[in-house]
T-cell receptor, first 111, second 114 residues
Framework: RKEVEQDPGPFNVPEGATVAFNCTYS??????FFWYRQDCRKEPKLLMS???SGNEDGRFTAQLNRASQYISLLIRDSKLSDSATYLC????????????FGSGTQLTVLP | DAEITQSPRHKITETGRQVTLACHQT?????MFWYRQDLGHGLRLIHY???????NKGEVSDGYSVSRSNTEDLPLTLESAASSQTSVYFC?????????????FGNGTRLTVT
């Protein structure tokens, strides 16, 4: 089983739609969680951190469920510019491998 | 502005050759990382360094080596390139891993081993 698993998609949604991605992780001792965004053939960039109480940044909401070991990303009112691959990232301080990346979920927002 | 740069952007080499990919950052970060990205696998950690003279193996370190002689640079060497090492390579640096301090990535090196 992979340490971090994501539904690869692709998710094709119309502009204005709400879309949600989930990501599961296997290490119950994982400490920190992030969502990164990667545009086609470019480097990943931090989108937002994920806090236990859930957090929001504009149209983006991230949530963490430690009991079920998953994190989620909700995008409201999707824009064409949201089209990208969204990477779930988990940090476990006990692991020599530090940050572990999911394979990514591809989102295409259609006009 | 601080940045992290990789070179070359594209490289084609033959099986068995030694190849070095450069990574240079001006963030003054102690932590630097090399990842490879392949379809279906996401980003996988090759090697990482927490400071000068410190290097550590990551998940997929076989066939690769790094050295850290200064804060700014972490070159990645493929000792004897293999076709399985055809990939996109990303270098990254960060302040404190696992915190809100983001990983800053270079724009990648696309390596093809023929």
């Amino acid at each position: 089983r992979k340490e971090v698993e994501q539904d690869p998609g692709p998710f094709n949604v119309p502009e204005g739609a709400t879309v949600a991605f989930n990501c599961t992780y296997s290490n119950s001792a994982s400490q920190s969680f992030f969502w990164y965004r990667q545009d086609c053939r470019k480097e990943p960039k931090l989108l937002m951190s994920v806090y236990s109480s859930g957090n929001e940044d504009g149209r983006f909401t991230a949530q963490l469920n430690r009991a079920s070991q998953y994190i989620s990303l909700l995008i409201r009112d999707s824009k064409l510019s949201d089209s990208a691959t969204y990477l779930c990232v988990v940090f476990s301080s006990g692991s020599a491998r530090q940050l572990t990346f999911g394979s990514g979920t591809q989102l295409t927002v259609l006009p | 502005d601080a940045e992290i740069t990789q070179s070359p952007r594209h490289k084609i080499t033959e099986t068995g050759r030694q190849v070095t990919l450069a990574c240079h950052q001006t963030w003054n970060h102690n932590n630097m990382f090399w990842y490879r990205q392949d379809l279906g696998h996401g980003l996988r950690l090759i090697h990482y360094s927490y400071g000068v003279q410190d290097t550590n193996k990551g998940e997929v370190s076989d066939g690769y080596s790094v050295s850290r002689s200064n804060t700014e640079d972490l070159p990645l060497t493929l000792e004897s390139a293999a076709s399985s090492q055809t990939s996109v390579y990303f270098c990254a640096s960060s302040d404190v891993p696992g915190t809100n301090s983001p990983l800053h990535f270079g724009n990648g090196t696309r390596l093809t081993v023929t």
